[in-house]
């Protein structure tokens, strides 16, 4: 059940941290980081198979079907895997690219580019989610208790799609060896803030009432669900319903006011 408040016990000093007394609506979402590969065609007119826990997926054999195009291949090769028994899912990322992903946290898959394409691991499976970071739902609005690191710009800008922020929780942090282990387990209840004002750690500097960005894209020494100033040349996007309370360094703590729809 939501929250209407929270008392807030410890000082400003910790992402994640409940920024005042006042309104916090939480609710409790559970860990489901799944591994997701980013799969890019390399050439047109080609036989293309990507190689998914040894079962080959294979289309166009031969050029028979002779596509004239990459989104072509990319298409037919989303349906073949969809169609197939492998535990992942399919879908669309670029006009060459497209997405497997694991269907559910804890299933770990291996995709191998054979022919006329190159496998990216984007997301690994199993993560922590630290404290302070934003989560989305599993599914559009709240139909069930599953959430998971933003992986595309539209888990964040589609309505119903936002969890929240994952709120510290002194429990886990202790259970986990202290400060510098902290986070939600895959599979662990989370605590998620969907509305009132909390502490993150910020990837740049902020100012109070500019804009808010999530980083949907990681690299190395980035983090997923992180907060921003802007779209960091396309890998964050702005969150609809939050601004920064309060100015900050790179790296350092802002206010950041969400609210949920």
């Known amino acids: 059940m939501p929250q209407t408040s ?13 920024a005042d007394s006042g309104y916090h609506d939480i609710i409790t979402r559970i860990n489901n980081s799944k591994q997701r590969e980013d799969v890019t065609i390399t050439a047109i007119d080609a036989e293309t198979t990507l190689t998914i826990n040894g079962t080959a997926f294979t289309v166009n054999a031969g050029g ?21 028994s492998e535990p992942v899912t399919a879908s669309i990322n670029d006009a060459d690219q497209l997405y497997v992903d694991a269907d559910a946290s804890g299933v770990a898959f291996t995709a191998v580019g054979t022919t006329n394409c190159t496998v990216v691991n984007v997301i690994l499976n199993e993560l922590n989610v630290p404290f302070g970071v934003l989560v989305v739902e599993d599914t559009t609005g709240l139909a069930d208790e599953r959430a998971h690191l933003p992986q595309a710009s539209a888990d964040i800008t589609t309505a119903g799609k936002v969890a929240g922020v994952s709120v510290h929780n002194h429990s886990v942090e202790q259970n986990k060896g202290g400060i ?20 993150v750690q910020v990837e740049d500097d902020v100012v109070k009432t500019g804009p808010v960005f999530v980083r949907f894209v990681a690299g190395a020494g980035e983090q ?3 907060f921003r100033s802007d779209a960091d040349g396309g890998d964050a996007v702005a969150l609809p319903g939050a601004s920064f309370k309060t100015s900050a360094s790179a790296g350092g703590l802002a206010a950041l006011q969400v609210n949920v729809d």
């Open 180 to 199: 510098n282990n902290v986070g939600y387990e895959p599979q662990s209840a989370m605590d998620v803030l969907r509305e009132g004002r909390i502490y």
């Open 224 to 226: 997923l669900g992180a």
């Open 6 to 18: 929270v008392e807030v016990r410890m000082e400003k000093g910790l992402a994640g941290q409940l």
């Open 64 to 84: 028979a079907l002779n596509p004239q195009t990459k989104t072509e291949l990319r298409d037919l090769l989303i349906a073949a895997i969809n169609s197939g």
